[in-house]
């Protein structure tokens, strides 16, 4: 069982914690054989080791240097101010760093509790990394997913292709919600359902290790993308 309490510290014991991190962190995508489209997005879980690594805090850097944060400010800033922003506002992000460290080995749990995170509108997996990180530390195994419909910001895959944000839903009206509206985001609540289950199949066949689901890692080789998965083998609670 893993309990969510907050601990109380000195602030000495504070500073000298902040010093070592309890996370591993790594970007995956998957594939399935019944499935049309992959499953992708980032899993953060508890490291077996303390360390003191950081990681980016935005996925895949070297494909999109500065693409993430510009798509963010053109599509999730406050519409009366996009005129006004100049485009590398948020381009900060691209220097800012993560507490987990790549590719760690796993905690050797008995068992880790799993949490898929679906993003909101307009965002993307970063955008909930502290509660993500939070319960990583705390024994979880969080999926931080990305969705196919095109309402994040910039889904965006190993290889360097991306899903952009589709501009023409929100088009259609949303204050109030026209008709159309609401149908384009059923449509693509459909779709985001499907994502889910996707990462679910794809979570069933890591736990069973049964190779249905192809994963591969951001920056990990075979084997040590391997080692990863035999680390989680058996030990996602349902």
């Not at 990583?136 to 931080?144: C, I, K, R």
């Not at 149908?183 to 190779?211: C, E, F, I, N, T």
Request: net charge neutral; with cysteine.
């Amino acid at each position: 069982k893993y309990r969510f309490e907050p601990q109380k510290h000195s602030e000495d014991e504070d500073h000298k914690a902040c010093a070592i991190c309890l996370d591993g962190v790594v970007d995956f995508e998957a594939t399935l054989p019944s499935a049309t489209q992959p499953a992708f997005g980032r899993i953060l879980y508890p490291a077996a080791t303390p360390h003191t690594d950081v990681s980016c805090y935005i996925a895949l850097q070297r494909h999109y240097t500065a693409s993430l944060s510009r798509a963010f400010t053109a599509i999730a800033s406050p519409p009366f101010l996009r005129p006004y922003l100049p485009v590398w506002i948020m381009d900060h992000w691209n220097a800012v760093t993560i507490p987990a460290k790549h590719g760690a080995p796993p905690a050797r749990l008995a068992s880790l509790p799993v949490v898929v995170f679906s993003h909101g509108l307009t965002a993307s997996r970063e955008t909930s990394q502290s509660l993500a990180l939070s319960l990583a530390a705390n024994g979880a195994l969080v999926v931080l997913i990305e969705h196919t419909d095109r309402s994040g910001a910039l889904a965006r895959l190993l290889d360097g292709t991306t899903i952009p944000f589709d501009a023409s839903v929100f088009a259609l009206g949303t204050d109030p919600p026209t008709a159309a509206y609401l149908d384009a985001r059923r449509q693509g609540s459909a779709l985001r359902v499907l994502d889910v289950r996707r990462h679910l199949a794809v979570l069933q066949s890591v736990h069973r290790a049964d190779r249905v689901a192809s994963v591969r890692f951001d920056g990990l080789s075979a084997e040590e993308g391997d080692r990863l998965l035999a680390g989680l083998k058996g030990r996602l609670a349902s």
